[in-house]
């Protein structure tokens, strides 16, 4: 049997007050920058939102009925930071804090953070005064079988480094909310999950785009630098590295083409005339930049919804869309299936993302034309496509396509940009795709190639031959 229940922190320990790490559970691995990150957010939510709690996530037991005790089997990190903090604070633990490791790098940590807390005295003693611990808040999930917990817990974090990223990025933003507008956007928020998998359709969760489109294309600038977006990256660039305002109903816009008034001058025998294209403004078309810097609260909120309705507008079937957007995705969608590698998929969706939100549906049939002979000399290159090819292609070429998508002011230009990649052209003209026998390096490619081939017409029993000139078939 599992039990859901939502605790204070004081009220976790005396309803289980015999709390283990077991032997299997891996070591506690939270460094001093994860400690000073919680300090700094128990800071400003004190600052910001003293009367409402603060969510520290989910802890899941095991209720070991032959030991009399309930076994961490995820929760441990969270919980043994806070033991170390209220240690600090008031000099003894709460019966059920004092667990024992049997690891070696648990008790380097364990110092460590705990020598942290002591310099970071000023700062607790603070929050103490604020009585942060008697505003912690946990979801607390029991199983009284072992097996039901572990499947549980494999069953939540099998889905990969996003875990958790939209819990937690919702909880930190609704704290920044004026409470009348909280339960309307957390409910917003929601509808969208609820939506994605009830639909069965993990693309337009609100966790692959934070991970797989938006960290990507504000993350990967330039040619040296490219993390992998896992939690704490993420939660970093969407968490720590927002802004503040005073008032949490008025943000900066900045400048970029969705924020323009006027769109065209247009020269009359009276004078200049200012073409305005204002029209009702859609969720897709919020005067926000993908690259630009987000507010806390309302902000964050807004620039989600307008990147979420432009990821669900280019790949969710069931919206409707114009003669220009169609093609794009029938082209999409008959190259870019299950066979092709998912890492050239999600660079796909991060180029189509970032060139709609620089030109709208401007020439949109022939950038995928042109992403898609760009990115497809990584497939041909290679004979298994990982991630680190694609932070290769960025960091090798003349320069980031990211970047010019980003700032191009016109189509033409992220056209030029790869019109002129020589290295790309001669994967094509010179057999990239081919191994020392003159046969293609594996199935998967040359299944890609007779995808290109049938799209365009081209004679598939010719293939090898038809696709060196793959620049020219662009329309």
């Known amino acids: 049997m599992i039990q859901v229940n939502t605790y204070r922190f004081y009220d976790l320990y005396e309803e289980f007050p015999d709390l283990v790490v077991p032997d299997y559970q891996r070591a506690y691995t939270w460094d001093v920058a994860k400690v000073e990150e919680l300090i700094q957010d128990w800071e400003e939510y004190v600052a910001t939102a003293p009367i409402q709690t603060y969510y520290m996530g989910s802890v899941l037991l095991y209720a070991n009925t032959k030991d009399d005790n309930f076994q961490i089997i995820d929760g441990q990190q969270r919980l043994t930071t806070l033991a170390l903090i209220y240690y600090q604070l008031y000099g003894k633990l709460l019966k059920g804090q004092n667990v024992e490791y049997n690891q070696t790098i ?73 409470e009348n507008l909280q339960e309307q956007k957390a409910k917003a928020w929601e509808h969208i999950t609820f939506k994605a998998r009830k639909e069965e359709n993990h693309l337009l969760d609100l966790k692959h785009l934070f991970n797989e489109v938006l960290f990507k294309v504000r993350q990967w600038k330039g040619q040296s630098h490219f993390p992998y977006p896992n939690k704490t990256e993420v939660l970093t660039e969407f968490q720590k590295n927002t802004y503040t305002t005073e008032t949490k109903t008025s943000f900066r816009l900045f400048p970029n083409n969705n924020n323009m008034r006027y769109h065209q001058l247009e020269y009359t025998d009276g004078g200049v005339q200012l073409i305005s294209t204002e029209k009702p403004l859609a969720k897709k078309d919020y005067p926000f ?80 034309q042109y992403f898609d002979y760009y990115l497809g000399a990584i497939r041909l290159e290679k004979y298994y496509v990982r991630q680190e090819a694609i932070k290769n292609s960025l960091k090798n070429a003349s320069n980031s396509l990211l970047d010019v998508i980003c700032n191009a002011y016109l189509p033409d230009e992220v056209f030029s940009f790869i019109n002129q990649a020589k290295s790309t052209e001669s994967i094509y003209v010179n057999n990239g795709f081919l191994n020392g026998k003159k046969e293609v390096k594996n199935n998967i490619i040359d299944r890609y190639i007779q995808r290109i081939c049938k799209f365009y017409n081209k004679d598939i029993d010719n293939r090898l031959v038809e696709v060196k000139s793959r620049k020219q078939w662009i329309v």
């Open 106 to 178: 648990s008790g380097f940590n364990i110092a460590n953070n705990l020598n942290f807390a002591k310099q970071a005295t000023a700062k607790l003693e603070k929050l103490k005064e604020a009585d942060i611990f008697g505003k912690l808040e946990f979801t607390v999930i029991v199983s009284d079988n072992q097996d039901h917990a572990f499947a549980f817990f494999d069953s939540q974090n099998n889905r990969g480094v996003s875990l958790g990223v939209d819990d937690y990025l919702k909880a930190y933003h609704l704290r920044a909310l004026p």
């Open 289 to 368: 930049a993908i690259r630009q810097p987000v507010y806390k609260g309302q902000n964050f909120f807004d620039f989600t919804d307008k990147y979420h309705a432009i990821f669900s507008f280019l790949f969710n079937a069931k919206e409707e869309r114009s003669y220009e957007v169609e093609k794009a995705l029938q082209f999409y969608n008959a190259l870019y299936t299950r066979d092709m590698s998912e890492y050239l998929r999600y660079y796909m969706q991060m180029c189509l993302v970032a060139y709609y939100d620089n030109f709208k549906e401007e020439q949109l049939f022939k950038a995928i």
